[in-house]
């Protein structure tokens, strides 16, 4: 007899949930050498709560109801539900404040696309660290979680949400017709984002601007040709760059200056990791310093969720190349 599990879920068996807990725990032991505090939250959220740190998620999410009616969604990330305990929990602590976490998430996925609906993510929170210093803190640590998890090929992809964002409302683009042209852009649909682009009506200067910013990706020779185009933004990737070397992991770094993230709250530095023995992102995060005021309390953040059992499966490409 088959007994079926939903689509984008898996069964993890004992030889493959061993190395994944001794995967994890060579990343939590970096994460806690870095000062960062483990915390765990309830898988089950009230909706109004995550509306409230990203409406514009808030419908992917699984949803239930409570004994009393009121509307419970399964997280899908760990950001958000940080934010509030950042808020309530810790109102009248001195930043910064350093978390991380292992934990579950979950996420709609369309049929036949095979992405997993249910994931196992490790990340950190930094809270409270303003800039270019705070984003250079997280991915440095990023790295290092990652080399001692095993990886040594990996990268990471670094960006700036409020780029792309900043050059629309340079050509007069309205902000109700953003929201298409960003969408287009964090799905890497460059055949979507011309046609999106086209429909704006913009000169060719302003369409010109547009559509090559995304192909602007490579080393911090990139941030030269877009200066021009968004100073703001590159300055602040300039000076994360010399952190980063400074720290000692500027050769991990690809500037990708079409880099958005799906997730509507980033408003500075974005990222995402790669390694080239695999297909896929491992994960990703960025500078978000207006959704912890959302709770209540008005603090600057940077954060990194990676996709554990992707990593792992990096770790053993790596070592099937070796």
Known sequence: MTHPIPPGTRDVLPDEMAELRALTGRMRDAFTAAGYGEVHTPALEYEDVLRRGDASAAGARYRTFDEQGDVLALRSDMTIPIARVVATRYADAEPPLRFSYFAHAWRAADRGV?????????????????????????????????????????????????????????????????????????????????????????????????????????????LERAEALAPEPVAGLRALHGLLADRGVADRVIFDLGLVRELGYYTGAVFELYDPAVGFTLGGGGRYDELIGRFGRSLPACGVALDVQRVHQAQAAEEALT
């Open 114 to 222: 095979g992405e997993p609906r249910e994931f196992m993510q490790g990340g950190i929170e930094l809270i409270g660290a303003a800039g270019a210093e705070g984003d250079a803190e997280v991915v440095a640590l990023t790295v290092a979680a990652l080399e001692a998890a095993g990886l040594r090929r990996h990268r990471i992809g670094i960006g700036d949400a409020s780029l792309y964002r900043r050059l629309l409302a340079a050509h007069d683009v309205p902000e109700d017709r953003h929201a298409p042209v960003l969408a287009a852009l964090a799905r890497r649909d460059l055949v979507g984002l011309e046609l999106e682009v086209d429909g704006l009506g913009l000169g060719d200067e302003a369409r010109a601007a547009l559509a090559s910013l995304p192909e602007l990706r490579g080393g911090p020779e990139v």
